[in-house]
């Protein structure tokens, strides 16, 4: 399928690595040239390079923390006029609330909300100007099914999802649409590294772990990190205009309610 979004400029964030990385795999498949941006310079080069080589895209690198304003500076200065935005940063730590700090909610905040907001207003005006514009904000299933060690996420996240569900009601008259996409759980180095603490913690084997979280997911199966990717796109396509301001749940049917 063309999604129609050849040439068209995308802004990945926080994509050397999972979910942020799949999805510039299928824009630059789709022929977009895409600007990815990590922390972490050797994964950063590395992955755009593999990029470019598997879909012959323009790939450019950007190494900088989107959580601040230079971070954030660097990334739009790269990419140039944004008509695909996707929205992503690492997730907060899990914990017990008695033991977050006011700092500690102010980090979760400016990653998984504020950034967002950030480089929607840096951009949206551009895409209004333009007439074409898709963002896509990478969130959590803990929006619609909140897990309690991550309270600095459900809450964060589930303000990001407030202020879009308003703003994306006045953007899409300009084919602007802005989008949540809600990953379930999906096989990446963080997924990994939290079933490896599960399997220190209880002195499990990290086979037996893996194996009783994807008995509760009727897939079976952890996702596969390209099916987010190429639900992104779908979503970042010429044909997708008229969705906007939608939660995607996607977590092999884990959710088990009718909505
Ligand atoms: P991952 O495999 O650990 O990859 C995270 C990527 O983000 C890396 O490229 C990392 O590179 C980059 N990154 C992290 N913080 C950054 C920052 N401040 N600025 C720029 N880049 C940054 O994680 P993932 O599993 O893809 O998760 C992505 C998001 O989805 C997270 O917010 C996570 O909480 C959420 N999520 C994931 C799942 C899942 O099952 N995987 C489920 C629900 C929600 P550097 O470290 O080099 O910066």
């Known amino acids: 399928m063309d999604l129609g979004i050849a040439g068209r400029s995308a802004l990945v964030c926080a994509a050397s690595k999972g979910l942020g990385r799949a999805c510039a795999v299928s824009l630059a498949r789709a022929g977009a040239k895409v600007t990815i941006v990590a922390r972490t310079e050797g994964p950063l080069n590395e992955a755009a390079a593999d990029i470019a080589a598997r879909t012959g895209a323009s790939v450019t690198p950007v190494a900088a923390d989107i959580t601040t ?20 940063a690492g997730g907060p730590p899990p914990g017990n609330f008695r033991d977050w700090t006011r700092d500690d909610w102010i980090k979760a905040v400016d990653a998984n909300m504020l950034t967002a907001i950030e480089l929607i207003k840096a951009t949206v005006d551009g895409m209004i100007a333009r007439r074409f514009g898709r963002v896509v904000n990478i969130t959590s299933s803990a929006v619609k099914a909140p897990i309690a060690i991550l309270g600095l996420s459900n809450g964060a996240r589930a303000g990001l999802t407030g202020f879009i569900a308003g703003i994306a009601r006045e953007t899409v008259i300009h084919n602007v649409t802005i989008n949540n996409l809600l990953p379930g759980r999906f096989e990446t180095d963080r997924l990994m590294n939290t079933l490896k603490a599960e399997a220190d913690k209880t002195g499990q084997p990290l086979d037996a772990v893996a194996a009783r979280h994807k008995a509760a997911i009727p897939a079976g199966r952890f996702g596969d990190p390209a099916e987010f990717g190429e639900a992104c796109a779908f979503l970042c396509a010429a044909q997708a205009g008229y969705i906007t301001g939608q939660n995607f749940l996607i977590d092999g049917g884990a959710f088990p309610g009718t909505l």
């Not at 790269?78 to 695909?84: K, L, Q, S, W």
């Open 69 to 88: 304003d230079a971070g954030r500076a660097a990334a739009l200065a790269a990419a140039g006029d944004v008509d695909i935005l996707v929205n992503n």
